[in-house]
Structure formats: structure tokens, C-alpha cells
């Protein structure tokens, strides 16, 4: 489910974010839970495992609004006994205080985007908050929820490896089960893209160091008890996201809100769908019967793709049998057997006899 609106616009965000000042909430509650039942229609009898508010900012939902969602879903299809219920939220005290009231509309699991420990890289990113305020708010939100997550981002101008070594081991002390901490790119249509063009954005490290800060990160995360998962996404073991495992395991997912994809397979066939990206568009299509502005049946090669892409960033391996399934084509031999004589893929075999399967990784 996405929200797409936030007080301020990140240099670096080059999500669907929009600032305004003023939001219905009533009124996007109605169209969200529309949607969520008009997907519901095409989807009878689905058991739900997940629902994750993600952004812009969810927070910024008034707790009324987040649970008329969660009823829609709870009414459209049947909960799992273990569903997990995300929210993306933002370190600033006035949300914090709302975590009780996303307790109480069904929310068991916070994502919070403290982005950095450090007040001067807190501006440079066009974060509204303060670090006192980004520990306070993991401290409410761990006293509110059982599992809580946050991000940061590293790889910043000016950072160097010992910089890294010294926030991520504070991080580590404040994590409860769930870090997900991203390298710093600089992405077309930011701000930040905008600066690095004219010579504006300076000291960010080059690339051995950046990848020298991905090695430690690995390291001391390892050494904390919460290893890599996933490329960005650290856990003790059980408290892996389990929506984002969905993703990166092709799985099945509704997109609500604007600019959300979504992939179901029905009928023998999966789509990809795409619902209006602007805001306003998106409500008053919704209003009108359907958020949705496209839909396509993926190609035996694209789901195979897929697969891969997104396999490929977790650390569980991959099937080869699933990934010919989906397409015969996909993965020869040959060009396996290269990646394997440089180092780049491991083969290890699961399970035994005539349904004996191939994992890469």
C-alpha cells in the first residue's frame, strides 16, 4: 500500500513522493479500501500473509486511515495466524506519538527511516529530524511493537571507514531484530542528481571505499548475530521481512496506491500490474472504479528474469529447476559452467534421487 505524500522531498528520494499541506484522509481511506476490495474480487479465496504501508511517508496517515485498509483486507480475504502488518514511519516525535494508535489498527512491525546517527549528514540528506529525536522514536516504537527495523544510509560525502565502523556499531546497540542499511547512489531526477552535474555534491567516496564499507558492514553485522539476507537487509534469524521476501521470491502481491506494481498469477498466468502514479489522478480513478492504469501477461522470459534479478539478491539460493520451468531458455549450461570457472556462482545440490534439484548462488 503506498502513501505518497511527505512533509519534505529528500535530495537523494527518487520514489513517488509528493509534498502538499493538506491531505482528506477520509477521503483516501474510502478509495484505498475501495481498491483493496475491487483486487479482492479478482482474488476470491487468497489467504493474506502480509501488508506493508510503505512511501512517501506512511505516518503521516492518520491511524483511522491505516486501519480502514487493514479492515478492507481483513474482510477481502483470510488472515494468516502469523500475518505481518509493516508500517514505514519517520523519526520525527509527532509521529512517534502516533505508534499506539497503529498498534491498535492492527500494525505488529515499524520501519523507521532514521537515514543517519550523525546531526551534520542529517541535514545534508534533508532529514527533518535530529539523532535525539531518531532514538527516541526506535525507543517508543520498541516499546510499542515487537519487531522493529530501521534504515540508514552509508557510502555519505565525507564519510570515511572508521566513520562507518563507529555508527554502525552505535546502530547495532539500538537494532532490535531488523537493519536495513543502503549505500548512497546518486539517482537521475534528485536533487542530489542535479548537484553531482554542476560539480555541487563533493567528498562522496569512491568506489573501492564504498565497497570497503559494504565489507565491513557485512562483517559486524555478521558478527552482531544479524547476517545479510538480502543485498541491504540484515535480520536475526526469523525476523527477515517476510513482504520483501515475497518480492525477491516471485511471489504474489496487490499494489494499492499510486504508482504501486503488483504481480498475480491467475488463471495459469501472472501480470504485471501498474496503478496511476499522480496522486490525483490516482483518487479520482479510483473513485471511479480502478486505480489501475495498465496491466500486461508477462512473457515466459520476463518472469524468468525476474526470478533471477530478484533471486539473485538474497542469500538463499536459487532454484534452477523453477527458473527452466518458467522458461527453458533461461540459464544454459554452458554459460553457467563460465560463471562458475570465474568464481562468480556456486552449485550446490538439494535433496536426492530423480527429484534431485540444482541451487545457485
Known amino acids: 500500500m503506498h502513501w505518497p505524500f511527505c512533509e519534505a522531498k529528500c535530495p537523494y528520494c527518487d520514489f513517488n513522493s509528493h509534498v502538499t499541506r493538506e491531505i482528506d484522509q477520509s477521503r483516501w481511506a474510502r478509495a484505498l479500501a475501495a481498491e483493496v476490495r475491487r483486487a479482492a474480487e479478482e482474488t476470491p479465496g487468497r489467504v493474506l500473509t502480509s501488508i506493508f504501508f510503505g512511501g512517501g511517508t506512511p505516518s503521516l496517515m492518520a491511524p483511522e486511515t491505516v486501519a480502514a485498509v487493514i479492515e478492507a483486507a481483513r474482510t477481502a480475504w483470510t488472515f494468516s495466524n502469523d500475518i505481518e502488518i509493516t508500517l514505514e514511519a519517520n523519526p520525527r516525535s509527532v509521529e512517534a506519538a502516533k505508534f499506539r494508535g497503529f498498534r491498535e489498527a492492527g500494525v505488529n512491525r515499524v520501519s523507521l527511516g532514521v537515514q543517519s546517527l550523525r546531526e551534520d549528514d542529517l541535514r545534508r540528506l534533508g532529514r527533518l529530524h535530529d539523532?535525539?529525536?531518531?532514538?527516541?522514536?526506535?525507543?517508543?516504537?520498541?516499546?510499542?511493537?515487537?519487531?522493529?527495523?530501521?534504515?540508514?544510509?552509508?557510502?555519505?560525502?565525507?564519510?570515511?571507514?572508521?566513520?562507518?565502523?563507529?555508527?554502525?556499531?552505535?546502530?547495532?546497540?539500538?537494532?532490535?531484530?531488523?537493519?536495513?542499511?543502503?549505500?548512497?547512489?546518486?539517482?537521475?531526477?534528485?536533487?542530489?542528481?542535479?548537484?553531482?552535474?554542476?560539480?555541487?555534491?563533493?567528498?562522496?567516496?569512491?568506489?573501492?571505499?564504498?565497497?570497503?564499507m559494504y565489507e565491513l558492514t557485512q562483517d559486524l553485522c555478521g558478527e552482531a548475530g544479524m547476517a545479510a539476507y538480502e543485498v541491504s537487509n540484515h535480520a536475526r534469524p526469523g525476523a527477515e521481512s517476510r513482504h520483501n521476501l515475497i518480492y525477491w521470491r516471485q511471489g504474489d502481491w496487490?499494489?494499492?496506491?499510486?504508482?504501486?506494481?503488483?504481480?498475480?498469477?491467475?488463471?495459469?498466468?501472472?501480470?504485471?500490474?501498474?496503478?496511476?502514479?499522480?496522486?490525483?489522478?490516482?483518487?479520482?480513478?479510483?473513485?471511479?472504479?480502478?486505480?489501475?492504469?495498465?496491466?500486461?501477461?508477462?512473457?515466459?522470459?520476463?518472469?524468468?528474469?525476474?526470478?533471477?534479478?530478484?533471486?539473485?539478491?538474497?542469500?538463499?539460493?536459487?532454484?534452477?529447476?523453477?527458473?527452466?520451468?518458467?522458461?527453458?531458455?533461461?540459464?544454459?549450461?554452458?554459460k553457467l559452467q563460465d560463471l562458475v570457472d570465474l568464481g562468480l556462482l556456486t552449485q550446490a545440490d538439494q535433496g536426492s534421487g530423480p527429484r534431485q534439484r540444482g541451487a545457485w548462488s
Open 254 to 334: 496487490v499494489g494499492v496506491g499510486p504508482g504501486a506494481h503488483g504481480r498475480l498469477s491467475i488463471g495459469g498466468l501472472r501480470q504485471g500490474r501498474v496503478a496511476h502514479m499522480a496522486p490525483g489522478r490516482w483518487i479520482a480513478a479510483a473513485e471511479a472504479g480502478s486505480g489501475e492504469e495498465s496491466r500486461e501477461t508477462l512473457s515466459a522470459a520476463d518472469m524468468a528474469a525476474e526470478y533471477l534479478m530478484m533471486g539473485l539478491r538474497i542469500s538463499e539460493p536459487l532454484d534452477l529447476v523453477r527458473l527452466r520451468r518458467l522458461d527453458p531458455a533461461a540459464a544454459p549450461e554452458g
Open 131 to 212: 539523532v535525539a529525536e531518531a532514538r527516541k522514536a526506535v525507543e517508543v516504537a520498541r516499546a510499542e511493537f515487537d519487531r522493529v527495523s530501521f534504515d540508514l544510509i552509508y557510502a555519505r560525502q565525507g564519510q570515511g571507514l572508521d566513520d562507518w565502523r563507529s555508527e554502525l556499531r552505535e546502530a547495532l546497540e539500538m537494532a532490535a531484530d531488523h537493519l536495513s542499511l543502503y549505500q548512497l547512489t546518486i539517482e537521475p531526477g534528485t536533487a542530489f542528481w542535479d548537484r553531482a552535474q554542476v560539480g555541487r555534491l563533493r567528498g562522496l567516496p569512491g568506489d573501492d571505499l564504498a565497497a570497503d
